[in-house]
C-alpha cells in the first residue's frame, strides 16, 4: 500500500508564494509520474501540474509561469512552488502519482486527500 500525505497549504495574501509538499510512502519501487489537481468550491478538478514518464512538464494556462512542479526522488517527494498567488488560485490541491510498488508491476494511482491553500487579504 501506496500513501500520499501533502503539506504546506495555508492561507496567504495575494502575491505571496507557498510551497506545497507531497511524501510518499508504503511500497515503492519507483514513481513514475506525478502531478498536482486542484478543486476550488463549485467547481470540477483540475490539472494544475504534471510530470509525465517521459519527464515533460506540463501547466495549466492559468499557472504558467507562476507555479513550478519539481521532484526529489531520494525522498519520494514531489512539489509544487507556487508564486504570484491570485484570488482565483483559492482551493484544494491534491497530489497524484503513478507507483510501480514492485519493479515490472503495472503502475497504480495513488492520491493524497489534499490541501486547502486560501488567497485572500
Known amino acids: 500500500q501506496v500513501q500520499l500525505v501533502e503539506s504546506g497549504g495555508g492561507l496567504v495574501q495575494p502575491g505571496g508564494s507557498l510551497r506545497l509538499s507531497c511524501a510518499a510512502s508504503?511500497?515503492?519501487?519507483?514513481?513514475?509520474?506525478v502531478g498536482w489537481y486542484r478543486q476550488a468550491p463549485g467547481k470540477q478538478r483540475e490539472l494544475v501540474a504534471e510530470?509525465?514518464?517521459?519527464?515533460?512538464?506540463n501547466y495549466a494556462d492559468s499557472v504558467k509561469g507562476r507555479f513550478t512542479i519539481s521532484t526529489d526522488n531520494t525522498k519520494n517527494t514531489m512539489y509544487l512552488q507556487m508564486n504570484s498567488l491570485k484570488p482565483e488560485d483559492t482551493a484544494v490541491y491534491s497530489c497524484?502519482?503513478?507507483?510501480?510498488?514492485?519493479?515490472?508491476?503495472?503502475?497504480?494511482?495513488?492520491w493524497g486527500k489534499g490541501t486547502l491553500v486560501t488567497v485572500s487579504t
Open positions: 497524484n502519482a503513478a507507483v510501480e510498488v514492485v519493479a515490472g508491476a503495472t503502475w497504480e494511482e495513488y
Open positions: 508504503g511500497s515503492i519501487f519507483s514513481i513514475n509520474a
Open positions: 510530470i509525465t514518464s517521459g519527464g515533460s512538464r
